[in-house]
T-cell receptor
Framework: KQEVTQIPAALSVPEGENLVLNCSFT??????LQWFRQDPGKGLTSLLL?????REQTSGRLNASLDKSSGRSTLYIAASQPGDSATYLC??????????FGSGTRLQVQP | GAGVSQSPSNKVTEKGKDVELRCDPI?????LYWYRQRLGQGLEFLIY????????KSGLPSDRFSAERTGESVSTLTIQRTQQEDSAVYLC?????????????FGPGTRLTVL
């Protein structure tokens, strides 16, 4: 059974700092890995989708990497801003169609 | 509409009552998914629709949970005889074709509280 773990569970950083969120998964037979942002009372916003054949994806200040063989992904956020405060969820897609989610990293960026 | 919508946004009910949660997917999306998120946890998959059939309902936690979908449109998740452990945010997502490489787009969720 696929299990997804995210470390740390919570993180507080001062504005401007670069930071890394970690995601690991137990079964490397994945089709893709997706990073989402979740704001309180709102749904999930897809940030980056990495297909299994890719090593990384970039969007603005965000960069996500994927090492399928070791079962790891990282989300790098450059020059963090208070507006980045949210919960970040990692999810893997398998042939099962449903995504398997980690429990998230709650990020607080202090102004 | 522009995105996935869900209603109601909040639902408070008494233990033992039945509830219905509604999801309107993005127009044209053939695949629809229901997930549940308990407080402080990640999302748990409940059921997946391709059109109006459900090839995977393995995540439904008990026979009190059921879901249906009308064509490639609205879906309703029904919970009968609600229990306190059913309290959670119920999220719906849709994707273009249900392919394994598809991006899933999520709605804002329905927060269910069972007293």
């Amino acid at each position: 059974k696929q299990e997804v773990t995210q470390i740390p569970a919570a993180l507080s950083v001062p504005e401007g700092e670069n930071l890394v969120l970690n995601c690991s998964f137990t079964d490397s037979a994945i089709y893709n890995l997706q990073w989402f942002r979740q704001d309180p009372g709102k749904g999930l916003t897809s940030l980056l989708l990495i297909q299994s054949s890719q090593r990384e994806q970039t969007s603005g200040r965000l960069n996500a990497s994927l090492d399928k063989s070791s079962g790891r992904s990282t989300l790098y956020i450059a020059a963090s801003q208070p507006g980045d405060s949210a919960t970040y969820l990692c999810a893997v897609g398998t042939g099962r169609r449903a995504l398997t989610f980690g429990s998230g990293t709650r990020l607080q960026v202090q102004p | 509409g522009a995105g996935v919508s869900q209603s109601p946004s909040n639902k408070v009910t008494e233990k033992g009552k039945d509830v219905e949660l509604r999801c309107d997917p993005i127009s044209g999306h053939t695949a629809l998914y229901w997930y549940r998120q308990r407080l402080g946890q990640g999302l748990e998959f409940l059921i997946y629709f391709q059109g109006n059939s459900a090839p995977d309902k393995s995540g439904l936690p008990s026979d009190r949970f059921s879901a249906e979908r009308t064509g490639e449109s609205v879906s309703t998740l029904t919970i009968q005889r609600t229990q306190q452990e059913d309290s959670a945010v119920y999220l719906c997502a849709s994707s273009n074709s249900g392919g394994v490489f598809d991006t899933q787009y999520f709605g804002p969720g329905t927060r269910l509280t069972v007293l």
